[in-house]
């Protein structure tokens, strides 16, 4: 089945530990994100990338960082400088491309629930 | 301005009404727009995508989009209590970010 795989879909961090989410797509698309998402509220864009080994910072990257070594692979590290890392983290994938491309929608794991202990 | 402006909500409907969820978009580039469905706890599911201007249906969905006006809706008929759930607009631009709008929280009440 093509999809996207976010791995663990619990994870739980100690003060001042760095972790490391794990985001996999079988769907051939050139795009990912990772969000995060606090309760009740919206998707915030984290980090971005259109294509391999090039990625971009989205609007509250500060304590994070990213890689994108392969096309199917994007994981997220929650670094100890980000001070409250406690949400819901998403991650998508699409084709990406050129602004009159259609087919372009979005697809999401089920997400990571990370919570500071 | 926000990129992607929707009203938080709740917006509650009887069940069996028409639910009618709007978003505006900041800027006149994007020409792709989709609809997203988020249950409590659970990742966002896609339900429509728009790509021209005028209304395209889908069952009890049916999406409108307004690119003069920058605007785009989703409507539900006969709106059931499965309906009940946080609806998400975002605009596709190209060799960019997808920016996806704060949501509406929809309650359909039996």
């Known amino acids: 089945d093509g999809g996207i795989t976010q791995s663990p879909k619990y994870l739980f961090r100690k003060e001042g530990q760095n972790v490391t989410l794990s985001c996999e797509q079988n769907?051939?698309?050139?795009?990912m994100y990772w969000y995060r998402q606090d309760p009740g509220q919206g998707l915030r864009l984290i980090y971005y990338?259109?294509?391999?080994?090039?990625?971009q910072k989205g609007d509250i990257a500060e304590g994070y960082s990213v890689s994108r070594e392969k096309k199917e692979s994007f994981p997220l590290t929650v670094t100890s400088a980000q001070k409250n890392p406690t949400a819901f983290y998403l991650c998508?994938?699409?084709?990406?491309?050129?602004?009159?491309?259609?087919?372009?929608?979005?697809?999401f794991g089920q997400g990571t629930r990370l919570t500071v202990v | 301005q926000k990129e992607v402006e929707q009203n938080s909500g709740p917006l509650s409907v009887p069940e069996g009404a028409i639910a009618s969820l709007n978003c505006t978009y900041s800027?006149?580039?994007?020409?792709?727009f989709f609809w997203y469905r988020q249950y409590s706890g659970k990742s966002p599911e896609l339900i429509m995508s728009?790509?021209?201007?005028g209304d395209k249906e889908d069952g009890r969905f049916t999406a409108q989009l307004n690119k003069a006006s920058q605007y785009v809706s989703l409507l539900i008929r006969d709106s059931q209590p499965s309906d009940s759930a946080t609806y998400l607009c975002?605009?596709?631009?190209?060799?960019?970010?997808?920016?996806f709008g704060t949501g509406t929280k929809l309650q359909v009440i039996p």
């Open positions: 800027d006149r580039v994007s020409q792709s």
């Open positions: 769907l051939n698309h050139d795009a």
């Open positions: 975002a605009p596709f631009r190209g060799y960019q970010k997808v920016t």
């Open positions: 728009i790509y021209s201007n």
């Open positions: 998508a994938s699409s084709m990406g491309g050129d602004i009159t491309r259609v087919n372009t929608e979005a697809f």
């Open positions: 990338s259109q294509i391999v080994n090039d990625f």
